[in-house]
Antibody
Framework: QAQLVQSGAEVKMPGASVKVSCKASGYTFTHYGISWVRQAPGQGLEWMGWISVYNTYTNNAHKYQGRVTMTADISTTTVYMELTSLRSDDTAYYYC????????????????WGQGTLVTVSS | EIVMTQSPATLSVSPGDRATLSCRASQSVSSNLAWYQQKPGQAPRLLIYGASTLATGIPARFSGSGSGTEFTLTISSLQSADFAVYYCQQYNNRPLTFGGGTKVEIK
């Protein structure tokens, strides 16, 4: 069945960048978009943006424009999310989550989700 | 941006009782609403989409209703595995947005 496996935890200094990977398996990679959702410790869920794996079109939440880059590597069925200029309030779990249905333009619920990657920003 | 408001923030329920969780959208999202369950240390798990369609493998004690701006998730008879945080999510407009969550705890 469809599965998303994310890279391991990261610790970064303020001002640095982080790149989180999300490897997909069990389905046709190019048929489904991927969103990134973050969750600060003890807080709720926040959508960051979406990438069409088919044509690499992206749509990011206004809050992250200019700081987040989402890419996809079809050869390795992996999606990446890079966040730059890290601040302490970027400390959070970062999840990748697949569109639940084929061929949307990012208007979808999510299933499945990756297991999450904890990014800690601290000096 | 569509703001999703969940209530109550915390719901204390005894095992076997019925739980009713609410989600309100700041403007109509039609039936483009999903519900997720999240347990500590785990990723969210899809429960319901299209406001009322049960996801694959989800027990029938979960049900969803509503459209427009008012939505409800009902758990008919709470089991021990159901104590968790529940989130609603609208996918009608960008940015996609989530509610703040309802924690269902043991009474």
């Amino acid at each position: 069945q469809a599965q998303l496996v994310q890279s391991g935890a990261e610790v970064k200094m303020p001002g640095a960048s982080v790149k989180v990977s999300c490897k997909a398996s069990g389905y046709t990679f190019t048929h489904y978009g991927i969103s990134w959702v973050r969750q600060a410790p003890g807080q709720g869920l926040e959508w960051m943006g979406w990438i069409s794996v088919y044509n690499t079109y992206t749509n990011n939440a206004h809050k992250y424009q200019g700081r987040v880059t989402m890419t996809a590597d079809i050869s390795t069925t992996t999606v990446y999310m890079e966040l730059t200029s890290l601040r302490s309030d970027d400390t959070a779990y970062y999840y990748c989550a697949r569109d639940a249905i084929v061929g949307t333009t990012g208007f979808s619920w999510f299933d499945p989700w990756g297991q999450g990657t904890l990014v800690t920003v601290s000096s | 941006e569509i703001v999703m408001t969940q209530s109550p923030a915390t719901l204390s329920v005894s095992p076997g009782d019925r739980a009713t969780l609410s989600c309100r959208a700041s403007q109509s999202v039609s039936s483009n609403l999903a519900w997720y369950q999240q347990k500590p240390g785990q990723a969210p798990r899809l429960l319901i989409y299209g406001a009322s369609t049960l996801a694959t493998g989800i027990p029938a004690r979960f049900s969803g209703s509503g459209s427009g701006t008012e939505f409800t998730l009902t758990i008919s008879s709470l089991q021990s595995a159901d104590f968790a945080v529940y989130y609603c999510q609208q996918y009608n407009n960008r940015p996609l947005t989530f509610g703040g969550g309802t924690k269902v705890e043991i009474k």
